[in-house]
Nanobody, 121 residues
Framework: QVRLVESGGGLVQAGESLRLSCAAS????????MGWYRQSPGKQREVVAT???????NYADSVKGRFTISRDNARNSVYLQMNTLKPEDTGVYYC???????????????WGQGTQVSVSS
């Protein structure tokens, strides 16, 4: 089974920084796009940032210029550096990994358990 282990969440004040990490194990297949999503109570889960195999990135407008996503293919890991955090960044952050298997025509997505990020004003 593919497992995603997340870490790095916590409680911080506005303006501070956090770095989230997510390591995938047991993927067997080839990892494609990796990303971070977040969800707050009463709100839909939204994409925060994604990074393709070749390094191309996409960010939600609300985090551009503040967050940076990166990956380490050798470690099957994805990271999210979050700077200048704001109260509206509060939520549960989930990492997502897409894996392609030789016997499937498209990728299969896997989710981490989530890590809480709380930003106070």
């Amino acid at each position: 089974q593919v497992r995603l282990v997340e870490s790095g969440g916590g409680l911080v004040q506005a303006g501070e920084s956090l770095r989230l990490s997510c390591a995938a194990s047991g993927t067997i297949g080839s990892i494609n796009t990796m990303g971070w999503y977040r969800q707050s109570p009463g709100k839909q889960r939204e994409v925060v940032a994604t990074i393709a195999t070749g390094g191309s990135t996409n960010y939600a407008d609300s985090v551009k210029g503040r967050f940076t996503i990166s990956r380490d293919n050798a470690r099957n890991s994805v990271y999210l550096q979050m700077n200048t955090l704001k109260p509206e960044d509060t939520g549960v952050y989930y990492c997502n990994v897409e894996v392609t298997y030789f016997f499937r025509s498209g990728p299969v997505g896997f989710w981490g358990q989530g890590t809480q990020v709380s930003v106070s004003s």
